[in-house]
């Protein structure tokens, strides 16, 4: 059997160690709900910035809301003056190479030329240029001494130059 002092002995080691365990879980208790606090104010911070990412981000949608607005409306009048114009596009067309051939051209409409066949002297008035994908044509349209419209190729006709 054990003496009294073993008895006390042992029962206050199992004091010391419940009082010690009370501690440790007092400590473990402590710095758990530390931990979680310091969580809760990393989590508000967190959501906090987030709502200034998404106040942010809602102000940059109202901006793009109204540029896509304006966009639409300049678009529509833009549409507007192409459905004006879509059906006379391929006289546009037309009437763009003719100015392009022209540039490139000696002769332009005004000027005074010598036909190549009788050497008389007639004003161009008009340059046609017609064709297909396959073939095209140049012609001058001139306006001879006696009133006369011609359509004359660029092989049959030269610049006049006067004599001083």
Excluded: C
Aim: proline share 2%; no cysteine.
């Amino acid at each position: 059997m054990a003496s009294i002092t073993d008895l006390k002995k042992t029962k206050i080691r199992l004091v010391l160690t419940i009082i010690s365990i009370t501690f440790f879980t007092i400590f473990l208790v402590y710095f758990l709900v530390r931990s979680l606090s310091n969580e809760e104010a990393l989590h508000k911070s967190e959501v906090n910035s987030m709502n200034k990412k998404l106040k942010t981000l809602n102000e940059r949608i109202g901006t793009l809301k109204l540029e896509y607005k304006r966009l639409n409306k300049v678009r529509d009048s833009l549409k507007y003056q192409v459905d004006y114009f879509w059906p006379m596009r391929s006289l546009i067309y037309n009437a763009k190479l003719r100015d392009q051939v022209g540039d490139a051209l000696d002769l332009n409409p005004g000027d005074i030329a010598i036909l190549k066949t009788d050497s008389s002297r007639v004003i161009v008035i008009d340059i046609k240029v017609g064709g297909n994908d396959l073939s095209y044509y140049v012609n001058y349209t001139v306006k001879t001494s006696k009133g006369e419209l011609r359509e004359v190729s660029p092989y049959e006709i030269t610049k006049y130059t006067p004599k001083d």
